[in-house]
C-alpha cells in the first residue's frame, strides 16, 4: 500500500469518510470560483447550499475506461437524507424525477456516492429519462471521453426564484482545451443536444452568478467558446449564436 492509499485510509478511519486523493478533486476545485468549491466525496466534488444560493455544482472526471450501463443502487439514499434536502423536497411537489448531476451511468466509477442526495436536483421527466437532454448528454460525455481522452466535467443546477425558472448546465473540457458547454432551461427538456449549445459566458449572464475561476487557464482559454468538438462544433464568439437559451444552430 502507498502513501496516498494510507493516508486515504487514516482519513477514513478518523472521519468515516472517504477521501478522493487520487480521485482529482483539487484540480477540479480550480474550476470553479471560491465560494462554489464544495466537499470532495468519493470521485467528484460537489456544492450545495439553498439556504443562501440556488445553485448546485457537480464537478467530476471521465475516464476514457470508464463504462456506461444501468445503474444498480437507486435506493441507496435513506428516506431521512432525502426529506432533508430541500430541492428534493421541491422535486416531489413538482411530481419531477430526482435528477443527478455527477453522471450516475458511469457503472466503473464510484457509482454510490453518485446516488447521494447532494447529488440530486428537480429535474422533469422529459429532461431526465430516455430521450431527454440530459440523459443523452450523460451518453455523450462516455463517447467524447473515449474519443478525447480524461474529460473533466462540471454539471450545474440553477434555480430563479424570481422568475420560477430552473436552469441545468454541463461543461466539457478536456486536456487539449477541447470544450462543449450546453444549457438547458427547465421547460425545454426534449430535442437535440446541439440545440442547447451555449458557453461558459452565456451560462454566467443567464444565471446572473458567477461561478467559474477566470484564473484558471481552462476556463480562460474556452470561457467564450459555444463548442468545439469531433461531433458538435461550432467557432466560439460566433455571432449567429448569441448567447440564447436553447437557440438552434
Known amino acids: 500500500m502507498g502513501f496516498k492509499e494510507i493516508a486515504a485510509l487514516g482519513v477514513f478511519l478518523a472521519t468515516g469518510q472517504a477521501c478522493a486523493i487520487d480521485a482529482g478533486c483539487p484540480e477540479l476545485s480550480d474550476l470553479v470560483s471560491e465560494k462554489f468549491k464544495g466537499q470532495c ?36 439514499d435513506s428516506e431521512v437524507g432525502l426529506k432533508k434536502n430541500e430541492a428534493l423536497t421541491q422535486a416531489k411537489s413538482l411530481h419531477w424525477d430526482y435528477g443527478h448531476l455527477a453522471n450516475e451511468k458511469i457503472t466503473s466509477a464510484d457509482i454510490k456516492s453518485r446516488f447521494l442526495s447532494f447529488n440530486r436536483v428537480p429535474m422533469p421527466p ?51 482545451q477541447t470544450t462543449a458547454s450546453f444549457l438547458i432551461p427547465g421547460n425545454y427538456g426534449e ?7 451555449s458557453s461558459m459566458q452565456c451560462i454566467e449572464q443567464t444565471i446572473d452568478e458567477s461561478i467559474f475561476n477566470g484564473q484558471s487557464n481552462l ?17 466560439g464568439n460566433n455571432d449567429r449564436l448569441g448567447c440564447e437559451v436553447g437557440g438552434g444552430i
Not at 471521453?145 to 474529460?151: D, F, R
Open 41 to 76: 466525496v468519493g470521485d467528484y466534488l460537489t456544492f450545495r447550499d439553498f439556504k443562501n444560493s440556488s445553485i448546485t455544482i457537480s464537478a467530476y472526471e471521465v475516464s476514457p475506461f470508464h463504462t456506461w450501463g444501468n445503474p444498480r443502487y437507486r435506493d441507496y
Open 126 to 176: 422529459t429532461l431526465n429519462r430516455s430521450g431527454g437532454v440530459w440523459n443523452e448528454l450523460e451518453k455523450y460525455e462516455i463517447k467524447m471521453a473515449k474519443e478525447l481522452g480524461p474529460l473533466k466535467v462540471l454539471a450545474g443546477y440553477s434555480y430563479n426564484n424570481d422568475s420560477k425558472q430552473h436552469y441545468y448546465f454541463k461543461i466539457y473540457i478536456s486536456e487539449h
Open 191 to 197: 430535442g437535440s443536444i446541439q440545440s442547447h449549445i
Open 219 to 235: 476556463v480562460a482559454e474556452t470561457y467564450n467558446d459555444f463548442a468545439f468538438t469531433p461531433h458538435v462544433w461550432t467557432a
